[in-house]
Nanobody
Framework: QVHLVESGGGLVQSGGSLRLSCAAS????????MGWYRQVLGKQRELVAT???????NYGDFAKGRFTISRDNAKNTVYLQMNSLKPEDTAVYYC???????????????WGQGTQVAVSF
């Protein structure tokens, strides 16, 4: 079993910044892809940014130029630096990891509990 614990969400004014963190723990051999998705009530969950172990990144269009994802592989931790935040960024942000576990064939998808980001006018 693997657990993802998120932190760093909160309330910020338009134009401000937040830094989210997500730490994975448990029976981990390797984390291939790791990153963030977000969801607004009544809408589908959407990609924010992901990063592979070797550093390849993938961003949602709304995040390009404003958000930066990074990883500390030694700590099994992923970060999301969010700058120039807009009210439309308000959502629950979920950490995601594609994990190879000890003694198990194939990878498994894990999700964090979600952390609220609210951007005011």
């Amino acid at each position: 079993q693997v657990h993802l614990v998120e932190s760093g969400g909160g309330l910020v004014q338009s134009g401000g910044s937040l830094r989210l963190s997500c730490a994975a723990s448990g029976s981990i051999d390797n984390i291939n892809d790791m990153g963030w998705y977000r969801q607004v009530l009544g809408k589908q969950r959407e990609l924010v940014a992901t990063c592979t172990k070797d550093g390849s990144t993938n961003y949602g269009d709304f995040a390009k130029g404003r958000f930066t994802i990074s990883r500390d592989n030694a700590k099994n931790t992923v970060y999301l630096q969010m700058n120039s935040l807009k009210p439309e960024d308000t959502a629950v942000y979920y950490c995601f990891a594609d994990v190879w576990e000890r003694g198990r064939w194939g990878s498994q998808h894990y999700w964090g509990q979600g952390t609220q980001v609210a951007v005011s006018f």
